[in-house]
C-alpha cells in the first residue's frame, strides 16, 4: 500500500472519529432512514471539543460538525418528500 493511500486511509479515520464523536454529544444527528445522511443534531459542538485528547481530533471533530451541521433535517428525507 502506498503511502498516499496510507494517509488517505487515516485521514477517513481521523474524520469517522470525529463525525462519532459529534454524534455522542448530539452535535450531529444520523438519519435513521437513510444511514450515512448526518444534520444538525442541535447541540453545541463544544462538548465534543472538550472531550478530544489532541488537536488531530479536534480538527476532525470541527471539520466533520462543519461538514454537517446547519441544516435541521436530512436531506435525502426532504428530497424523497419533494419528489
Same mark, same amino acid.
Given at each position: 500500500?502506498?503511502?498516499?493511500?496510507?494517509?488517505?486511509e487515516e485521514?477517513?479515520?481521523?474524520?469517522q472519529s470525529g463525525l462519532e &464523536?459529534?454524534?455522542?454529544a448530539? !452535535?450531529i444527528e444520523?438519519?435513521?432512514y437513510?444511514?450515512?445522511s @448526518?444534520? *444538525?443534531?442541535?447541540e453545541?459542538?463544544?462538548? &465534543?471539543?472538550n472531550?478530544a485528547? !489532541?488537536?488531530?481530533?479536534?480538527?476532525?471533530?470541527?471539520?466533520? @460538525?462543519d *461538514?454537517n451541521?446547519?441544516?435541521d433535517?436530512?436531506?435525502?428525507?426532504d428530497k424523497?418528500?419533494r419528489?
Amino acid at each position: 500500500m502506498g503511502g498516499s493511500k496510507r494517509r488517505q486511509e487515516e485521514q477517513e479515520a481521523e474524520y469517522q472519529s470525529g463525525l462519532e &464523536a459529534c454524534i455522542e454529544a448530539g !452535535s450531529i444527528e444520523e438519519c435513521e432512514y437513510h444511514p450515512g445522511s @448526518y444534520y *444538525d443534531g442541535g447541540e453545541d459542538v463544544e462538548e &465534543a471539543l472538550n472531550n478530544a485528547a !489532541s488537536a488531530d481530533d479536534k480538527a476532525a471533530i470541527q471539520l466533520a @460538525y462543519d *461538514d454537517n451541521s446547519g441544516i435541521d433535517y436530512c436531506p435525502s428525507c426532504d428530497k424523497n418528500m419533494r419528489d
